[in-house]
């Protein structure tokens, strides 16, 4: 997510929803904040309906998105550019592959040249707008050079509110090709200049504001992202396209996780997520249910690039709906199995531990769908491993024996024990010896940090981990995810 | 990490698949391929012999679930042999264990057909 633009405004987040997804779930997660403020027993049944509209919009969003030709998109980023700044007629260039140099790649309206070469035919055939933008289309232009080399050159965007009186500006004698607004941004990925996005004239007549320039930089931004995605699938092999859309994934599923823990008096939550090259979709949450239990959740998602992390957004969105209503973990469990099941792609499938607390009687309510055991720390260093039976969620062949097998654990919480969740990146974190860190390792350095608290005991592990690891990359997500109990 | 090699062997009306290396996302599709190649030879018996795997990641696991549903639609198995006990303690702790039926070498896989 962009953080510029994501509170720019709620039109924006409609315009740019077609071609970034990813704004769409920022537009959602934000949405969904605002309708829990506001939940009566009847709201909650209509949150759930929109939850599951969203995803499914998600879904066709994802959908096209992954199929959707390059030019196409630029046509539809470049249709949200007119339509956001109304202007008349606008262009995208795209920096070509040896990067010196931009090409027009989409055109609408009639775009006026802005580089005036002689012999362009200009005047003899300016009632002809094909053979302008065959000129516009076939005019390479070197970075530096007019004004749309000179944005993808520094990167900055510009605005020119009086074209007329600008040198910088060419002047056509047509009437139809007369350049009186202006307003060029660049298109960004990776802090590399991939384009230049411009718009000119206002179709009301008024020259372009400050607010025009922004709003266009904001979808820009949001469409860079797009388009650079896009074009790999054209250029590039398979292997990697793979870590393409794995990047991709990433970027969803950093944006499904909470950005800050709630507060809770009583106890200190703290959590620590790091993501690896190949993804296991690490996710974790926590839901206040009432006004004395909070749910706690961690997971992972198993199923490749995009189709993960769509299965997260979805894990997420069922959690979400369904856990206010129930306050027994196990048959949250049950209850999200069957929601999920059937409906999601059969290679994949969620490991869930779901915990429900009783911020009075400080009793902890376990189920685990195949994932990870939870430990308890107690306040005297000891340690115990959290039993209960499960299997996976969201596997289509055994709803019935899902049911049956998944169980819970009861255990009573004192002021200065800790619970503490992982997923199985954290144990098997591997040094170059391809040596695992181990349960051992990790049980050890809970008991020893238990003392201090949530937030300084994931700052060990983290610390312990990063020792242990050295530089050797990570096949595996880190997920850890700590309760403490304060008083 | 060692790609997946896949060396396929048939004894009879079964056959076993032996995976060497590791399946992640980028060796899956081939056994994806050879799942796929038995499915047009309406081969549905298959043993899995894990003896050489040294990694699984959770996808490639989630795709032997839904392999396995669709083989048993059409009577036949798929079963996990010879597991190191590293990757039979993923599979127990995902409940794998209580859907497919695991054998501690091949060869005792393929008499329980």
Redesign the interface.
């Known amino acids: 997510m962009n953080p510029d633009a994501g509170g720019i405004s709620n039109s924006l987040i409609f315009i740019s929803a077609l071609t970034n997804f990813l704004l769409a779930i920022g537009g959602a997660y934000m949405y969904f904040r605002w309708q829990k403020q506001r939940k009566t027993c009847e709201q909650l049944l209509q949150e759930k309906e929109v939850i599951f509209g969203f995803v499914h919009d998600v879904g066709e969003v994802f959908a096209e998105a992954e199929h959707i030709e390059p030019d196409l998109l630029l046509k539809r980023v470049l249709f949200y550019a007119l339509r956001t700044t109304r202007a008349a007629s606008g262009v995208i260039y795209l920096v070509d592959d040896r990067g010196d140099t931009l090409t027009a790649r989409a055109i609408s309206g009639v775009f006026p040249p802005l580089v005036v070469d002689a012999n362009s035919g200009l005047d003899v055939a300016v009632s002809k707008s094909k053979h302008i933008e065959n000129l516009v289309r076939t005019r390479i232009i070197h970075k530096g050079e007019s004004l749309i080399g000179t944005v993808a050159d520094l990167g900055t965007p510009v605005l020119v509110p009086d074209a007329e009186c600008d040198p910088r500006v060419p002047r056509h004698e047509a009437e139809f090709l007369r350049i009186r607004s202006l307003v060029l941004v660049p298109m960004r990925f990776h802090q590399q200049v991939t384009g230049v996005l411009a718009v000119v004239n206002r179709v009301d007549g008024k020259f372009f504001a400050e607010t025009d320039m922004s709003l266009l930089q904001a979808l820009a931004d949001q469409a860079s992202a797009a388009v650079y995605y896009a074009g790999l699938r054209d250029s590039l092999d398979e292997k990697k396209r793979i870590d393409h859309d794995l990047s991709l994934a990433r970027q969803i599923q950093y944006s499904l996780l909470p950005r800050e823990l709630p507060k809770i008096e009583g106890i200190e939550l703290a959590a620590f997520n790091q993501p690896a090259k190949e993804i296991g979709g690490d996710y974790y949450d926590v839901i206040p249910l009432d006004d004395k239990h909070i749910g706690i959740a961690i997971a992972d998602v198993s199923g490749k690039s995009i189709g993960g992390a769509m299965l997260m957004s979805i894990c997420r969105s069922v959690l979400r709906a369904k856990a206010p209503g129930i306050l027994s973990p196990a048959e949250l469990l049950r209850s999200m199995n069957h929601a999920l099941a059937g409906d999601i792609s059969e290679d994949m499938f969620i490991t869930m531990l779901y915990m429900v607390f009783n911020l009075e009687t400080r009793q902890l309510v376990v189920a685990r769908a195949g994932h990870e055991k939870p430990l308890v720390v107690r306040a005297d260093r000891s340690t115990e491993i959290i039993e209960s039976s499960g299997t996976a969620l969201g596997l289509l062949m055994d709803q019935d024996m899902f049911d049956s097998i998944i169980g819970e654990a009861e255990i009573h919480l004192k002021p200065g024990d800790l619970v503490v969740g992982f997923t199985d990146g954290i144990t098997e974190a591997m040094n170059a010896d391809k040596e695992e860190w181990g349960m051992d390792a990790f049980i050890d350095s809970c008991s020893l940090a238990v003392s201090e608290g949530s937030n300084s005991l994931i700052n060990k592990i983290r610390q312990r981990i990063q020792r242990f690891v050295g530089d050797h990359p990570q096949y595996d997500d880190m997920t850890l995810l700590a309760l403490y109990v304060t008083k | 990490?060692r790609e997946c090699q896949i060396k396929q062997e048939v004894v009879g009306s079964v056959d076993i698949l032996r995976l060497d290396g590791a399946l992640?996302?980028?060796s899956?599709p081939r056994l994806e391929h050879a799942f796929n190649q038995l499915r047009d030879k309406q081969r549905n018996q298959i043993v899995l012999d894990c003896s050489n795997l040294d990694?699984i990641?959770?996808?490639?696991?989630?795709?032997l679930?839904?392999f396995?549903?669709k083989v048993r639609e059409q009577g036949g198995d798929l079963k996990l042999a010879a597991l190191t006990p590293k990757i039979y303690s993923?599979v127990e702790?995902?409940?794998?264990d209580?859907?497919l039926q695991i054998f501690p070498d091949a060869q005792l896989a393929v008499s329980k057909f």
Do not use: E, P, Q, W
Request: hydrophobic residues 55%; proline residues 0%.
């Open positions: 990490m992640d996302a980028y899956f990694y990641n959770s996808a490639s696991l989630g795709a679930i839904g396995a549903r993923i702790l995902l409940g794998f209580k859907m």
